[in-house]
């Protein structure tokens, strides 16, 4: 079992920058890590993942080209780096993980560990 816990959220303007962080109790090399996302009224939906040092990653359609997710597993910490934030991009982040593999399809089924959720509010 694996502890989570995120760091970084916050409030900004549209078009600035946030960077996630989430520390983990445990060596995450053989685990899918993520990031997933949730609005008021909205389902939650997988933002980004990535598996140890594999250059294949996940990234939901929506933040393509704009948020950059990576991991330092010497110090089991996982980073989601937010470009050119947008007022959608508001909701509660949330970091998970699985030990299970994953590639630049994301998670094949649901984490078995989340983080508690850091909020990130974008205004216009």
């Known amino acids: 079992q694996v502890e989570l816990v995120e760091f970084g959220g916050g409030s900004v303007q549209a078009g600035e920058s946030l960077k996630l962080s989430c520390a983990a109790s445990?060596?995450?090399?053989?685990?899918?890590m993520g990031w997933f996302r949730q609005a008021p009224g909205k389902e939650r939906e997988a933002v980004a993942a990535i598996y140890g040092i594999s250059p294949n990653t996940y990234y939901a359609d929506s933040v393509k080209g704009r948020f950059t997710i990576s991991q330092d597993i010497a110090n089991s910490t996982l980073y989601l780096q937010m470009n050119n934030l947008k007022p959608e991009d508001t909701a509660m982040y949330y970091c998970?993980?699985?030990?299970?593999?994953?590639?630049?399809?994301?998670?094949?089924?649901?984490?078995?560990?989340w983080g508690q959720g850091t909020q990130v509010t974008v205004s216009s």
């Open positions: 998970a993980a699985a030990r299970i593999y994953c590639g630049s399809g994301g998670f094949s089924r649901p984490p078995t560990n």
């Open positions: 445990t060596y995450t090399g053989g685990y899918c």
